[in-house]
Nanobody, 130 residues
Framework: QVQLAESGGGSVEAGESLKLSCSMS????????MAWFRQVPGKERTGVAA????????SYANRVKGRFTIVRDNTENTIFLQMNRLTQEDTAKYYC???????????????????????WGQGTLVTVGS
């Protein structure tokens, strides 16, 4: 059974950084389009970033572009979301998702198809204080 597990969430102050992890078990992520989403209670889930292991390409939502970066670790079958210059608006539960079918593997496509993505992690909470 293929599973995703996120970790690394926590509470930080505005302007600080945090690094989230998404580990895949039961398969290697190389065949999957990998993505990060976030959701605030009572609001819709939104796409944050996407990573195509097949090409190495990354793409980001406008709200995080220039502050968030996806980093890969092939040896650990893990991807990371490095989040810098955090603001209170970044407070949310962050989810990792994966799908073998999304083409192209970029933030617009994964956001559009989020209800149909194959795999989801359980989420990790990020809280940014003032």
């Amino acid at each position: 059974q293929v599973q995703l597990a996120e970790s690394g969430g926590g509470s930080v102050e505005a302007g600080e950084s945090l690094k989230l992890s998404c580990s895949m078990s039961g398969a290697t992520y190389g065949a999957y389009c990998m993505a990060w989403f976030r959701q605030v209670p009572g609001k819709e889930r939104t796409g944050v970033a996407a990573f195509d292991p097949r090409t190495g390409s990354t793409s980001y939502a406008n709200r995080v572009k220039g502050r968030f970066t996806i980093v890969r670790d092939n040896t650990e079958n893990t991807i990371f979301l490095q989040m810098n210059r955090l603001t209170q608006e970044d407070t949310a539960k962050y989810y990792c998702a994966a799908d073998r079918r999304v083409r192209p593997c970029e933030i617009g496509a994964v956001t559009y198809r989020d209800e149909f993505l194959e795999l989801w992690g359980q989420g990790t909470l990020v809280t940014v204080g003032s």
